[in-house]
């Protein structure tokens, strides 16, 4: 783990446009319209963002901002996450402006927060028409390239008594987009006072939520 910290730190230092002018890389959370509560678990980014700093040594600042999908802004941030329960509006210049962010480099992590489900994929099915979400498989390196999850997703949140399920976007090859389903992963990092989840459960969720920063930000 100490040789990941030291490769990872050096290439977020060096061969990104996306890190700031302190060297730094900050990371943000999507704003959108149609009623969904986007601004849930105010929490759980910062308590994502500090614990991987806890892991290792990430050039990534503790804050982030939040940006509308339609916003100038959104490319000047590697790392977008989006969650919620409800609905998800995107007009068309909202969604070239984000077919942009990711044809150039930028990477989406939408969390299922329950409700989300159908929107998310309408959502992105009018940023890319032609482009399917697929099943990853437990092999792929966003569940092993930090901490090993053998068989995928850890369930946080039971909703319909399915299991977890996590799924990939890709543009000419590369994942630009990853969708958790049935996993709930951001209540987890949320403070642990707002949903009760035990110290192992909100582990396991800090875990597989640095497994997807260290994916994002290291095929940039």
Same mark, same amino acid.
């Given at each position: 783990?100490?040789?990941?910290?030291?490769?990872?730190?050096?290439?977020?230092?060096?061969?990104?446009?996306?890190?700031?002018?302190?060297?730094?890389?900050?990371?943000?959370?999507?704003?959108?319209?149609?009623?969904?509560?986007?601004?849930?678990?105010?929490?759980?980014?910062?308590?994502?963002?500090?614990?991987?700093?806890?892991?290792?040594?990430?050039?990534?600042?503790? $804050?982030?901002?939040?940006?509308? /999908?339609?916003?100038? %802004?959104?490319? =000047?941030?590697?790392?977008?996450? &989006?969650?919620?329960? #409800?609905?998800?509006?995107?007009?068309?210049?909202?969604?070239?402006?984000?077919?942009?962010?990711?044809?150039?480099?930028?990477?989406?992590?939408?969390?299922?927060?329950?409700?989300?489900?159908?929107?998310?994929?309408?959502?992105?099915?009018?940023?890319?028409?032609?482009?399917?979400?697929?099943?990853?498989?437990?092999?792929?390196?966003?569940?092993?390239?930090?901490?090993?999850? $053998?068989?995928?997703?850890?369930? /946080?949140?039971?909703? %319909?008594?399915? =299991?977890?399920?996590?799924?990939? &976007?890709?543009?000419? #090859?590369?994942?630009?987009?990853?969708?958790?389903?049935?996993?709930?992963?951001?209540?987890?990092?949320?403070?642990?006072?707002?949903?009760?989840?035990?110290?192992?459960?909100?582990?396991?969720?800090?875990?597989?939520?640095?497994?997807?920063?260290?994916?994002?930000?290291?095929?940039?």
């Amino acid at each position: 783990m100490k040789k990941l910290a030291v490769i990872f730190s050096f290439f977020l230092f060096t061969t990104s446009s996306f890190a700031q002018t302190t060297g730094e890389f900050e990371i943000a959370r999507a704003k959108y319209r149609g009623g969904g509560d986007w601004y849930n678990d105010p929490s759980a980014l910062s308590n994502l963002i500090s614990f991987a700093k806890a892991q290792f040594s990430i050039a990534i600042k503790t $804050e982030y901002k939040d940006v509308s /999908i339609g916003s100038s %802004d959104l490319h =000047s941030y590697p790392f977008i996450f &989006l969650t919620g329960h #409800g609905n998800i509006n995107i007009n068309s210049s909202e969604a070239n402006n984000l077919r942009t962010y990711l044809d150039n480099g930028g990477f989406l992590y939408i969390d299922d927060d329950y409700g989300i489900d159908e929107h998310a994929r309408n959502m992105m099915k009018q940023v890319y028409p032609d482009e399917e979400f697929i099943e990853l498989p437990y092999s792929h390196p966003i569940y092993n390239n930090v901490f090993n999850f $053998e068989n995928g997703l850890p369930k /946080i949140h039971e909703h %319909d008594n399915q =299991s977890p399920r996590g799924f990939g &976007l890709f543009r000419n #090859g590369k994942m630009v987009v990853f969708y958790t389903f049935e996993s709930n992963l951001a209540d987890g990092w949320a403070d642990a006072e707002i949903h009760n989840n035990p110290a192992s459960v909100r582990q396991q969720a800090l875990r597989m939520g640095t497994n997807i920063l260290v994916y994002a930000l290291t095929t940039l």
